[in-house]
């Protein structure tokens, strides 16, 4: 589904130029569970944000689904984020003055789906999250976990093929943030591709597949034994 | 995005910050009231300067001897004339063109008027009694002028009140012998008010009889002759008919002007208007402020939402549809600020109305449609620079605030 062949990005700061993504290369199957761990600065924020086509690499080649995206211009990468990608930011990114339906709507709103049917699978969502009773609730008057939730919500109810996940426990008690863990996988059991970038070695250990980055590169890509019984059902 | 969710998304943002919409609907619409009320203003200027040169109607035409080719100007009041217009073509006119009502033959000069020992130097006008019906002049008392045979000489006269005021001096007017010259006459009637004509105070002026008045001065020619076109019959019609009758009358040679009071009007209309649009570009000074006032909030709101921007794009949208949603909350306050701008000019010209019922202020429509659209169309280009704008953040740089 992803294929990353030699992507690089440097940042420039002042003079000194970070290496953020140095010579990437990645394959990612659909349906997979990988977690990206490593100290901060590695770079794990800016290779999300590269597979959410939120960013252009320096150079290398980004397949997604075959289609190199290097050569897309900005109005075809939205419309691939749209039909395929789902983000999970760290700092939730809500909009303030839209309820919690209407941002968890939105997504469905920007594609077009009418009214009824937004209104329905909203509801859904919400249901399955455990905020239905928060529709009507403003970003503010939500605690963390119920805006993680909103903001997950709003990920996945365009039935995203990928789900990108940033920290998406960081701001979470572990009640919460172990909540929130299990609805991805679930989605992830459901088919979609999850990649969760995380602090939480435990958290990062559940993923099928982990991928460690230092200094812009990954360093390790490793696949969790089978044979560990307690940690497949959480 | 559908258009119904593109302007249930800008309403939104519209009705959840409120004292940013509210500064540019106040803006607006100030501007819009400001553009009604000034134009209103004009207009009101314009009719009540209409309506007091209105004294001779739309169904009037004035004839007066001399070519005059300038169409619309003011006749000149000493017309050289190639030939008179005599009584008898005013009564070929009455017998051949029906078109005509009637109409008063006008002879004009000034004499001295007296009453006893007293004397008074006042307008003459020799006319026939259709020119208090043509003109609508009202008497304060007695009657018209009865004249059995227009081209003779009657002892009838009217006065104006001044006229009356100061020669009369408390005496019973109607009834009282006055000497004109050394002609002398009989009061019938009082005219009542000012009754401006050609920019003559009726008030102090004696009316008599047309006979009598080219024999005071002398002369046969008329000064005008005022016709009133009969009802359902053509102004333009009957004026051209006239001219073909005197044309024929005095041997083939067109030697009088009919003016028609429309073309009379119409230049001050004209002068009015230009005063009325002078005043309303006034006022569209204020929605050009309000426009700038657009441009900095939305730049403003570009930067306070730059995280929204980014989360949009991020969920799929495009740079098209960022500008859109910008450019479309500006023309949505706008439009709402001229609807709030035009409904509060309205209202103070209502009051205006009440406190000065004699003028009648009104809003031209084009002033209102204009102001309207000036306003949308300030919303829409004003916005479209900075929505340009935040349409090309990057979606990362937008989500970081970078
Ligand atoms: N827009 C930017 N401009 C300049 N430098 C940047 C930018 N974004 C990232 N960087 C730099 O690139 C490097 C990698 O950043 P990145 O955000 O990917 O790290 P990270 O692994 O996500 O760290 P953390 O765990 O703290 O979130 C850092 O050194 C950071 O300073
Ligand atoms: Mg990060």
């Given at each position: 589904m992803i294929e990353l062949v030699e992507l690089n990005k440097t940042f420039m700061l002042g003079e000194q130029s970070v290496?953020?993504?140095?010579q990437i290369n990645l394959r990612i199957d659909a349906g997979e569970y990988l977690s990206v761990m490593g100290?901060?600065?590695?770079g794990k924020s800016t290779l999300l944000n590269m597979l959410g086509l939120l960013d252009r690499p320096d150079s290398g080649r980004y397949l997604l689904n075959g289609l190199?995206?290097?050569?897309?211009d900005e109005t075809e990468r939205a419309r691939k984020r749209s039909e395929m990608i789902g983000f999970v930011f760290q700092a939730y990114?809500?909009?303030?003055?839209?309820s919690a339906r209407e941002n968890i709507e939105l997504p469905l709103m920007l594609s077009g789906v009418p009214g009824a049917e937004r209104r329905r699978r909203s509801k859904q969502v919400m249901e399955r999250l455990g905020i239905?009773?928060?529709?009507?609730?403003?970003p503010r008057q939500l605690s963390g976990g119920q805006r993680q939730r909103v903001a997950l919500a709003r990920a996945i109810i365009r039935h995203p093929l990928l789900l990108l996940a940033d920290?998406?426990?960081?701001?979470?008690d572990s009640q919460s943030g172990a909540e929130v863990v299990t609805l991805i996988e679930e989605l992830n059991r459901d088919g979609i591709t999850l990649l969760v970038v995380t602090h939480d070695l435990a958290l990062g250990q559940r993923a099928a597949r982990q991928l460690k980055m230092v200094d812009g590169r990954i360093v390790e890509d490793r696949c969790r034994q089978p044979a560990v019984p307690e940690s497949a059902h959480g | 995005m559908g258009e119904r969710d593109s302007l249930l998304f800008c309403w939104q943002s519209i009705t959840r910050y409120r004292f940013r919409s509210a500064m540019i609907l106040l803006a607006i619409g100030f501007g819009v009231a400001a553009v009604v009320v000034l134009t209103a203003l004009g207009e009101g200027a314009r009719r009540y300067v209409l309506q007091e040169f209105?004294?001779?109607?739309?169904d009037v035409l004035v004839m007066f001897p001399g070519r005059n080719?300038?169409?619309?100007?003011?006749?000149?009041?000493t017309g050289a004339a190639a030939r008179d217009i005599t009584l008898a073509d005013v009564a070929v006119l009455g017998r051949r063109v029906?078109?005509?009502q009637q109409s008063a033959p006008l002879v004009l000069g000034s004499a001295a008027v007296s009453f006893q020992q007293r004397s008074r130097e006042v307008i003459v006008l020799g006319t026939s009694a259709a020119f208090v019906t043509v003109r609508k002049l009202k008497l304060a008392r007695g009657r018209n002028l009865q004249l059995e045979d227009i081209e003779r000489a009657s002892v009838e006269c009217l006065i104006g009140q001044t006229l009356e005021r100061e020669l009369?001096?408390?005496?019973?007017?109607?009834g009282a012998l006055l000497r004109v010259a050394d002609y002398r006459c009989r009061v019938v009637g009082v005219l009542q008010g000012?009754?401006?004509?050609f920019g003559m105070d009726l008030g102090d002026s004696l009316i008599l009889s047309v006979a009598a008045a080219q024999r005071l001065f002398n002369t046969?020619?008329?000064f005008r002759v005022i016709m009133q076109v009969r009802e359902g019959y053509d102004p333009e019609q009957v004026k051209q008919q006239v001219i073909d009758v005197i044309t024929a009358l005095h041997q083939?040679?067109?030697?009088v002007t009919v003016v028609s009071p429309d073309a009379l009007l119409s230049t001050f209309d004209d002068i009015l208007t230009a005063m009325t649009l002078g005043v309303g570009a006034i006022g569209g000074i204020s929605l050009l402020v309000a426009g700038i006032l657009i441009m900095n909030i939305t730049v403003i709101s570009v930067g306070q939402r730059t995280e929204e921007i980014g989360l949009l794009k991020a969920l799929g949208a495009d740079d098209r549809l960022i500008r859109k949603l910008f450019v479309l909350e500006a023309v949505l306050l706008s439009v709402c600020g001229a609807v709030l701008g035009s409904l509060a000019g309205l209202l103070l010209l209502l009051l205006g109305r009440q406190l000065l019922p004699q003028v009648d202020f009104a809003v031209p429509l084009w002033a209102l449609f204009g102001a309207g659209g000036v306003a949308v169309g300030c919303g829409f280009l004003f916005s479209w620079v900075p929505a340009t704008r935040a349409s090309k953040l990057l979606p990362l740089n937008a989500l970081q605030r970078r």
């Open positions: 290496h953020a993504l140095d100290p901060s600065g590695s190199e995206t290097t050569a897309l990114h809500l909009v303030a003055r839209l239905a009773d928060r529709g009507h609730h403003l920290e998406p426990t960081g701001n979470l | 209105a004294f001779l109607g739309k080719e300038t169409t619309g100007g003011l006749p000149p009041v029906s078109g005509l009369l001096q408390g005496e019973a007017a109607l000012r009754g401006d004509a046969a020619g008329l083939g040679e067109n030697d």
